[in-house]
């Protein structure tokens, strides 16, 4: 029975990776269902953005209050983990901070961790006050009610308690704090613990140190159901993020193929296809579902936290329009969810659902106020495109469904009839020079 | 007014130096039309040798493409794209930044690859090179420059219309929401054409407000369609009387009497 307690740990350990792995697995599938679209060029500049904006927060600051507390907590997060590693010894082999041998160093570690402890509570405490006291208005959007709310809610709580474990795990740890080592802040809390006879204190150490091991194996495991996977997405979402000027839309290329054919004065349209050709059916224009997207798109979708900072400066929603930028990577993700289980239940193939992203998820109304202006994406702190998915939306509404509001449609009529949007003559066009 | 086509040039058997892409609104909507009057009178100043396509050029298709229209804009692209590859165009300036976005981006891939400028830029290359002078005579008005969308954020240009602006003698004040964090005006994106969607506020007198707060005497821009989204925000809120909305080529023509 000795080994008790290094068995549990061991199966819960295992347990926390696997399921973590497998709902990685399922991310993965689930961005696969995407197009293909080629973000292998230019790696230089790829790592560079990788680099500057997700390891190195480089957009954060835009925004000082928020940026400057979001890197405390990035950077407690990342290094308070180091200790995860002596956990993991400890608890699989049964030692004790088996990692103090390394003396003054250990306890630079320790006391920078508990340092930064305070700070991220700190932080994590004005995060939640900027929320439910000063309510923030990007906070509140409409797409920010019910589980969407709550999930920004639990991560901070989260937070706060997985921070106050730590700091109290060290506090009660008898030993750690005569030896004097590192124990910067938790020496503070160890004169309230104090009363409690030795064995009570070590059952109370003992405590905190399995609920903070399992808090963080069950934050690891939340992330795939929360808004939360930024903190791993954000690295491969700013590698593979478009590295062209933003105004520069793609070109269709079902389209391309189609309008070279119209212009080539040799092309015969009663043509059979020729051998070898691509009989099949012809390529849809555009995206109505999250299948018609591509996986750069889902991974966005996937990255989002819902900061909201995109939705907080798009003309069209501080103009009360039904359009956010924000709610269109929630609906996107959420529709993509969707599919992802509907595969899993019919083994693994995709099942008929009647449902779509477009109308069942993203209104023609919220794709329409949209003014391109791309806001937006110079907003978004992980270079998420909003943007891109919004036109592709509105080229399957345009070409599959001509389903574009009526002026918009004289518009387009025009410049096919008169090359110009208006309805003018095109023997006017140089009528101004002499007006 | 000094303007020749590319036509004409051709049966001289000459080449300009650069054409002039006068866009649709610079070429048909009246208040546009005053920009587009305002830069010719600028290149002739600096003896440009330019040239247009007059009846010759038609719609980038722009504003089909950001309506979802692909088929229309990429017919359009290979129309203009046949034209100007006939006339062996190697450089272009615009008035209007959804041109300039299009032709220098978005046409490269349909065969058409071109040097293209915004006339800010272009001004601002022809001041740097010696070729034209501003003496900046305006009294330190105070003018505020709104950002236009494609222009800015879409392919980050910033500073060219500032240090114009700067140049003329006014005093340029910013408005909160500047460069890339600008509020667009509402035109961009085939709104232009079409009613808003539902909502509380329209964008352009949001826009305006901003504008506004800075209690400009002028407040400028460089896109014709911003031009009119603006000037009718101010009119929403009472102020055409005391605040003017005007394109950087204008307030040039103006203070420098061209």
Redesign the interface.
Known sequence: MEYIDNIIFAILLFAGIAFFVRNVKKLKRNIDLGKDIDRSDRKNERWNNMFRIALGQGKMTRRPVSGLLHIIVYVGFVIINIEVLEIIIDGLFGTHRVLSFMGGFYGFLIGTFEVLAVLVLFSVIVFWIRRMVLRIPRFWNKEMKGFPKNDGLYILYFEMVLMTLFLFMNATDHQFQLAKNGNVISQYLYPFVLENPPIVLHYIERTFWWLHIGGILIFLNYLYYSKHLHILLAFPNTFFANLNPKGQFTNDATVMKEVKLMMDPDADPFAAPQEGEDEGEPEKFGASDVTDLNWVQLLNAYTCTECGRCTSSCPANLTGKELSPRAIMMKTRDRLEEVGKNIDANGGEFKDDGKQLLNDYITPEELWACTSCNACVEECPVSIDPLSIIMDMRRYLVMEQSAAPQELNMMMTNIENNGAPWQYNQMDRLNWKDE | ?N?P?MAEMMAQGKQPEVLFW?G?A????DRA?KI??AF?KILNKANVDFA?L??E???T?D??????????F???A?TNI?ILNAYEIKKIVTCDPHSF?TL???YP??GGTYEVYHHTQYIQQLISEGRLELNGSMDNDRVTFHDP??LG????EYESPRELIKRLGVNLVEMKRNK??A??C??????????????????NV??TRDALKTNPKIIATGCPYCNTMMTDGVKAENKEESVEVLDIAELIANSENL
């Open positions: 007014m303007v086509t006068v649709s610079g070429s048909y909507d039309k587009t009057r010719v247009v007059g009846t050029e038609s719609s298709g504003a089909a493409k950001r309506a979802g229209n692909e088929m229309v990429q017919m359009q290979m046949e976005n220098k981006n978005e891939e349909l969308c494609y954020r879409a392919n980050d890339r964090n509020l667009c509402g035109a961009g994106g085939a709104q232009m054409f079409k009613e808003p969607e539902k909502g509380d506020l329209d964008v949001l826009r």
